[in-house]
């Protein structure tokens, strides 16, 4: 069975630093290129970072480029999103999503989600 499972959210003061991880199963995970979503309350959901089966490629929405930091361990079948000068519109529900880059509509794999709160 196919599974993703993502941790480390919590609630940090602006400025602060999360490091989420996403570990997976059921599938091959070094295959698949693997992409992070958030969405915030009372919004649609929004492609935050993807990166390509072998880690090489790594694309970022321009709310986050500069500050996020998205990586993979084929080894461990985990993904990363360090998250660094976090803000207060960071606050969201983040999901690990397989098999898309920024078009989330292709994403055919979702996790729970951890959530991630922003503030002072």
């Known amino acids: 069975e196919v599974q993703l499972r993502e941790t480390g959210g919590g609630m940090v003061q602006p400025g602060g630093s999360l490091r989420l991880s996403c570990t997976t199963y059921?599938?091959?995970?070094?295959?698949?290129?693997m992409t992070w979503v958030r969405q915030a309350p009372g919004k649609g959901p929004e492609w935050v970072s993807s990166i390509d089966a072998v880690g090489g490629r790594t694309y970022y929405a321009d709310s986050v480029n500069g500050r996020f930091t998205i990586s993979r361990d084929n080894g461990k079948n985990a993904l990363y999103l360090e998250m660094r000068s976090l803000k207060p519109e960071d606050t969201a529900l983040y999901f690990c999503a397989r098999r898309c880059y920024n078009d989330i509509r292709l994403c055919d794999r979702w996790g729970q989600g951890t959530q991630v709160t922003v503030s002072s």
């Open positions: 059921g599938f091959t995970f070094s295959t698949y290129e």
